[in-house]
């Protein structure tokens, strides 16, 4: 039987408008204002808005940090439940091969990690950790496995590749118009600047963002979109976190470059302070990038409202606090880097950018869905409430109220972030290919996630999904 969505308002990231919408299996088929019921059951959604399941294109649901047995506090099993709870209904994760391993077996082993666990769709991100010719020959072959995007590193010793490498990638990702994305610091000065503070003693969580200042950021980013000039190849900035970087975007684009940039929720509303956190508490924002000024977050969100930035995803990389972040203690380069969001991202980009008049509706749903779906080969099939889509629906509630605490969050780690944050709005139900999955923050039907085959369609940038 289908579903009649009645009396909300359709969202996209151009308009809005008052209209029924019908679901018949996992599709939208029919929208309209006063559609008749026939045989569909009736939810009545007067006062909310309709909005396109949320794309998170940046999460680390299932990683290991390469130091022991270091893996995330979550897996897709709780990291999925997480998402969907809070209206983010396709996760991309990033997927990455051990050393000396094949992408093929990298695939396999993540689709076995997710297959049967996701509550939420999914695809992948392929990490690319070094390259050589069999790897090189892969890349067509993850294409036609429905990966068409790819991920690279400038730091961290243990994943990154040498700057030709990251040339030759990206001339044979450019033969099948994939997308890149990279970590962008240059990982050299990280080594030297941590070496420099352990050496002196300095050892607590205050010196994490001096080892990463906005000139190592910034310096990788302009080196990475010059070797991208050259490989004339469209790429994406993962993360991006300081004025001086988003300066050197601007460079690229007016010299003709096609430069896509994602920051997060993160580097939006904390800020460098936290770092100074009494107890050892600052451990918790320990990330890279890391958290940056207030000049800094006053210019990303500049960039938000005028397109510079391209869209907002977490970074999700749990640990817990105790047991994980307090192994660095004595030492802050031993602390794991990262922090959970996958939960938080919709509330907290609705409170802090729609309803402080920051940003539009329409622009959120840009920011959050539509242009990632767009970006990474997932429009239309996502990332639009439209007939012929994914029945992937947020019913949202613009008049609801919370506040963010690590007792009630789905997220399976020991803290939040954003604890004590309060937010305004929120997903009073989630619809994921037709079906009821959550209702008022609780997943209420679990495990319904599909693995979600992209393919680059050459007469569209923004490529399509099937």
Not at 353 to 372: N, W
């Amino acid at each position: 039987m289908s579903i009649l969505l009645n009396g909300g308002v359709v969202v996209s990231a151009n308009e809005r408008r008052q209209l029924d919408v019908r679901i018949d299996g996992e599709k939208i088929v029919e929208m309209g204002t006063n559609l008749t019921v026939n045989d569909s059951t009736v939810e009545n959604v007067s006062g909310c808005f309709l909005l396109p399941g949320f794309i998170d294109a940046h999460t680390h649901l299932e990683l290991n940090n390469g130091k022991g047995s270091m893996g995330t506090a979550d897996n897709f099993t709780t990291g999925s439940k997480a998402a969907v709870a809070k209206g983010t209904t396709t996760v991309i994760d990033m997927a990455t091969p051990n050393k000396g391993s094949s992408l093929k077996d990298c695939l396999a082993s993540w689709d076995k990690l997710a297959q049967g666990n996701s509550s939420c769709d999914y695809t992948y991100h392929m990490s690319i950790i070094e390259w050589n010719p069999e790897i090189k020959a892969e890349i067509k072959e993850m294409i036609d496995a429905g990966i068409t995007s790819f991920k690279m590193y400038m730091a961290y010793d243990n994943l990154r590749t040498k700057d030709a490498e990251i040339f030759e990638a990206m001339e044979e990702i450019r033969n099948y118009q994939g997308m890149l994305g990279i970590h962008c610091e240059n990982g050299d000065m990280v080594n030297e600047m941590i070496a420099k503070f352990v050496s002196e003693g300095k050892l607590s969580p205050h010196y994490h963002p001096l080892t990463r200042p906005d000139s190592v950021e910034a310096e990788a980013v302009e080196r990475y979109l010059m070797i991208a000039h050259l490989a004339d190849l469209p790429v994406n900035i993962v993360h991006l976190s300081t004025k001086r970087s988003l300066e050197a975007v601007g460079r690229a684009r007016a010299r003709g470059q096609k430069v896509y940039v994602e920051t997060c929720p993160q580097y939006l509303v904390l800020d460098e302070h936290l770092y100074d956190a009494p107890n050892f508490e600052g451990a918790k924002y320990v990330c890279s990038p890391p958290l940056r000024s207030l000049e800094d977050q006053e210019t990303l969100w500049s960039g938000v409202i005028n397109g510079a930035v391209n869209t907002i995803s977490t970074d999700h990389c749990s640990f817990n606090f105790e047991g994980q972040k307090t192994i660095g203690r004595e030492d802050f380069s031993k602390i794991p880097n990262g922090m959970p969001g996958v939960e938080t991202r919709p509330e907290l980009i609705y409170t802090y950018g729609v309803t402080t008049g920051k940003i539009s509706l329409e622009r959120m749903v840009a920011l959050l869905s539509e242009d990632i779906a767009k970006q990474f080969a997932l429009y239309p099939q996502k990332g639009i409430v439209q007939t012929g889509s994914d029945a992937d629906i947020v019913i949202w509630d613009p008049e609801t109220s919370g506040v963010i605490s690590a007792a009630t969050q789905l997220q399976n780690v020991d803290y939040t972030p954003y604890d004590g944050f309060e937010t305004q709005g929120s997903a009073r139900a989630v619809y994921l290919r037709g079906q009821k999955v959550a209702e008022a923050g609780h997943v209420i039907t679990e495990k319904q996630g599909n693995f979600v085959f992209r393919k680059i369609d050459p007469m569209n940038e923004g490529n399509q999904s099937t």
